[in-house]
């Protein structure tokens, strides 16, 4: 008997089954049970899909126990240091970084596709002065697909490629006008002479009144956040695209449902509750109040920003981020500010309390954009929109890996615990 293999035995026919066991680049194996149905007339249940691996990726690798996250096999702090988020989305796309020649072809293929058409920013005007920015995004984005539709034949490698460069490109536009747009003021257009970052903070902080001037601190954090925000393997948003992609619906339709999926606080909405939770707590007296509270198990309150699902270390992405909040903090002059006094003061608390370090309950990339973003003046309704940009290039480069696998169409099974089979009175009403 081959030892890459698991045998299940069926108690019910004595009878036993072999699986073969599928080894990857990285990370624990898997064992295939693709013909379990077949083979046993058995599904498997596993609520959330914590134990299945939905699919093959060449994409992104997560280690949580080490705290690893590469992309491409590339680790996430390298990636930081060396190289911007338009050479980060060339290497999620295409498997390596780019030539200095394959940089400015990409980079002047994405340039002209910043713009969006004039008919769609009149969609704007169709929402709430007050609606979410995200609920915005979605709608925006999902409405790509009126605009993009007959040119796409997702089969065609080349076409799917087109659909990459317009949501890179066009992603921080439609964002920064759904800022715009709930900020009462007018849309900015793009300015090709910027980098990504800087454009869009453009975007965002420019008005036809004068001259803006983007900060090279603000442009290099955002930078940041862009590239360690691009992927994190198979999320409930990516995930999301996968699936709703593999009906072979169009690119702009299946990253609407990301964004979507996105939105959740248990998700995307996370860094928008880090600091809804620092307002409430209100000043560094009440900490020992909401710590203790958190300790709590019978309390439903939950400190916002600490731990992951995946992490069970410290998140490699906060590592990087927590140098560039000081450095925000200082730049921004929120020294004597009392809410980034409370943030401090929690992080402290976190890594030196004994009851967060044995729960391992780190300060994750959440706590830490939700501060940077805050102090760059950025209102927390748009924190989970810029999640939403810089993610934007890992859902593209899974559905084009997706599609190009010709994996199918993605089908989930249940467990099904309602009535057995029933009839209907003959009156079509329930018998007293």
Request: a negative charge; hydrophobic letters at 40%; glycine letters at 8%.
């Given at each position: 008997?081959?030892?890459?293999?698991?045998?299940?035995?069926?108690?019910?026919?004595?009878?036993?089954?072999?699986?073969?066991?599928?080894?990857?680049?990285?990370?624990?194996?898997?064992?295939?049970?693709?013909?379990?149905?077949?083979?046993?007339?058995?599904?498997?249940?596993?609520?959330?899909?914590?134990?299945?691996?939905?699919?093959?990726?060449?994409?992104?690798?997560?280690?949580?126990?080490?705290?690893?996250?590469?992309?491409?096999?590339?680790?996430?702090?390298?990636?930081?240091?060396?190289?911007?988020h338009l050479e980060v989305c060339y290497l999620l796309l295409n498997g390596e970084l780019p030539t200095d020649a394959e940089n400015k072809e990409f980079r002047r293929i994405v340039?002209?596709?910043?713009?969006?058409?004039?008919?769609?920013?009149?969609?704007?005007?169709?929402?709430?002065?007050?609606?979410?920015?995200?609920?915005?995004?979605?709608?925006?984005?999902?409405?790509?697909?009126?605009?993009?539709?007959?040119?796409?034949?997702?089969?065609?490698?080349?076409?799917?490629?087109?659909?990459?460069?317009?949501?890179?490109?066009?992603?921080?536009?439609?964002?920064?006008?759904?800022?715009?747009?709930?900020?009462?003021?007018?849309?900015?257009?793009?300015?090709?002479?910027?980098?990504?970052?800087?454009?869009?903070?453009?975007?965002?902080?420019?008005?036809?009144?004068?001259?803006?001037?983007?900060?090279?601190?603000?442009?290099?954090?955002?930078?940041?956040?862009?590239?360690?925000?691009?992927?994190?393997?198979?999320?409930?948003?990516?995930?999301?695209?996968?699936?709703?992609?593999?009906?072979?619906?169009?690119?702009?339709?299946?990253?609407?449902?990301?964004?979507?999926?996105?939105?959740?606080?248990?998700?995307?909405?996370?860094?928008?509750?880090?600091?809804?939770?620092?307002?409430?707590?209100?000043?560094?007296?009440?900490?020992?109040?909401?710590?203790?509270?958190?300790?709590?198990?019978?309390?439903?309150?939950?400190?916002?920003?600490?731990?992951?699902?995946?992490?069970?270390?410290?998140?490699?992405?906060?590592?990087?981020?927590?140098?560039?909040?000081?450095?925000?903090?200082?730049?921004?002059?929120?020294?004597?500010?009392?809410?980034?006094?409370?943030?401090?003061?929690?992080?402290?608390?976190?890594?030196?309390?004994?009851?967060?370090?044995?729960?391992?309950?780190?300060?994750?990339?959440?706590?830490?954009?939700?501060?940077?973003?805050?102090?760059?003046?950025?209102?927390?309704?748009?924190?989970?929109?810029?999640?939403?940009?810089?993610?934007?290039?890992?859902?593209?480069?899974?559905?084009?890996?997706?599609?190009?696998?010709?994996?199918?169409?993605?089908?989930?099974?249940?467990?099904?615990?309602?009535?057995?089979?029933?009839?209907?009175?003959?009156?079509?009403?329930?018998?007293?």
């Amino acid at each position: 008997m081959s030892k890459d293999t698991v045998t299940i035995r069926d108690n019910r026919n004595n009878r036993e089954v072999e699986f073969p066991i599928l080894h990857g680049s990285e990370g624990p194996a898997v064992f295939d049970i693709t013909h379990l149905y077949r083979d046993l007339g058995l599904f498997t249940l596993d609520p959330g899909f914590r134990s299945t691996a939905s699919c093959k990726s060449d994409i992104t690798f997560i280690d949580g126990e080490e705290g690893i996250l590469l992309y491409r096999g590339y680790p996430v702090e390298q990636l930081v240091d060396r190289c911007d988020h338009l050479e980060v989305c060339y290497l999620l796309l295409n498997g390596e970084l780019p030539t200095d020649a394959e940089n400015k072809e990409f980079r002047r293929i994405v340039t002209n596709h910043t713009m969006m058409h004039e008919q769609l920013a009149q969609m704007y005007r169709g929402f709430r002065r007050d609606a979410h920015p995200m609920a915005i995004l979605v709608g925006v984005v999902g409405a790509l697909s009126a605009f993009y539709h007959d040119s796409i034949d997702i089969r065609d490698p080349r076409h799917r490629l087109v659909s990459a460069f317009r949501i890179i490109a066009k992603m921080p536009t439609i964002a920064a006008a759904a800022y715009k747009y709930y900020m009462g003021q007018p849309f900015m257009y793009p300015k090709n002479e910027l980098t990504y970052a800087e454009n869009f903070l453009h975007m965002m902080f420019a008005t036809p009144c004068g001259e803006y001037k983007v900060s090279p601190v603000m442009a290099r954090a955002m930078d940041q956040i862009m590239i360690l925000h691009a992927d994190h393997e198979q999320n409930a948003s990516t995930s999301t695209v996968r699936l709703a992609g593999s009906s072979q619906a169009n690119p702009f339709a299946a990253i609407s449902a990301g964004v979507g999926s996105l939105w959740g606080p248990a998700h995307g909405g996370a860094n928008e509750a880090v600091l809804k939770m620092l307002r409430e707590i209100g000043s560094v007296e009440r900490i020992p109040e909401f710590i203790k509270r958190a300790k709590d198990p019978n309390d439903p309150f939950r400190l916002m920003g600490f731990g992951h699902r995946v992490y069970k270390n410290f998140d490699p992405r906060a590592q990087i981020l927590r140098k560039t909040a000081k450095e925000i903090l200082d730049a921004m002059g929120y020294v004597y500010d009392p809410l980034f006094h409370i943030a401090l003061e929690l992080e402290k608390i976190a890594l030196e309390d004994e009851y967060f370090v044995r729960k391992k309950l780190y300060p994750n990339v959440d706590f830490y954009s939700g501060v940077i973003l805050s102090a760059m003046g950025i209102p927390t309704n748009m924190f989970t929109v810029i999640f939403a940009v810089s993610r934007s290039i890992g859902w593209i480069a899974q559905w084009n890996e997706m599609i190009g696998s010709d994996e199918g169409i993605g089908r989930p099974r249940q467990l099904y615990t309602g009535h057995a089979r029933r009839d209907v009175p003959p009156s079509g009403l329930k018998e007293d």
